[in-house]
């Protein structure tokens, strides 16, 4: 059993940073696949990154190139930092932890989630 926590959320303005932690409690969760998910309201869960225990990383294509997901095993989170963003990164991000991770990309290939946090970007 694993518990998820998201933390980092916040209102920023366009163009800025924000690193999203979300620490992990459970056993051996350094073997398990980490995604970030967001949603905004009316619009599905959409996949955002992930990051596997080997330390391999995949994007969506809407956030290739300034996000940046990490992990440090010894403290039990995993971040998601948020470079140049915009008004359309405006959701609530979820992580989510996959024992198996055979499906990165959907969430229904993840086991476990946190409740989410709130970034809004303003223009």
């Known amino acids: 059993q694993v518990q998820l926590v998201e933390s980092g959320g916040g209102l920023v303005q366009a163009g800025e940073s924000l690193t999203l932690s979300c620490a992990a409690s459970?056993?051996?969760?350094?073997?398990?696949?980490v995604g970030w998910f967001r949603q905004a309201p009316g619009e599905e869960r959409e996949f955002v990154a992930a990051i596997s225990y080997s330390v391999t990383t995949t994007y969506g294509d809407t956030v290739k190139g300034r996000f940046t997901i990490s992990r440090d095993n010894a403290k039990n989170t995993v971040y998601l930092r948020m470079d140049s963003l915009k008004p359309e990164d405006t959701a609530k991000y979820f992580c989510a932890a996959s024992r198996y991770g055979t499906n990165w990309y959907n969430r229904n290939g993840y086991e476990y989630w946190g409740q989410g946090t709130q970034v809004t970007v303003s223009s």
């Open positions: 459970g056993r051996a969760f350094n073997t398990y696949t």
